[in-house]
């Protein structure tokens, strides 16, 4: 069994910065890529941010140049760093791999139960 567990999250003010680490275990072999989704209330969950095994990165527009996502492969584990904060970017936060392979070498879709940051004004 794979779980994707994120933690990080929390309450803060405009401006500030938080720190998101998501990681995954269980019986896998390799993950390709992995990705940061966010859904405010009453929204559609919404890309933030992907990264490749190899480290190439593609964030959305409302993140670029304040959210910065790397991973440590060793680790299995990925982060987002957010500064900047607005209160737009209230959400909750899930992580993802969308190509997760198992000891059994199926590739298959996981998803992490979600953390919330809450951005005040």
């Known amino acids: 069994q794979v779980q994707l567990v994120e933690s990080g999250g929390g309450l803060l003010q405009a401006g500030g910065s938080l720190r998101l680490s998501c990681v995954a275990s269980g019986r896998i072999v390799s993950i390709n890529d992995m990705g940061w989704y966010r859904q405010a209330p009453g929204k559609q969950r919404e890309l933030v941010a992907t990264i490749t095994r190899a480290g190439a990165t593609n964030y959305a527009e409302a993140v670029k140049g304040r959210f910065t996502i790397s991973r440590d492969n060793a680790k299995r584990t990925v982060y987002l760093q957010m500064t900047s904060l607005k209160p737009e970017d209230t959400a909750v936060y899930y992580c993802?791999?969308?190509?997760?392979?198992?000891?059994?070498?199926?590739?298959?879709?996981?998803w992490g139960q979600g953390t919330q940051v809450t951005v005040s004004s």
């Open positions: 993802n791999a969308p190509r997760l392979i198992t000891t059994d070498l199926i590739g298959r879709d996981y």
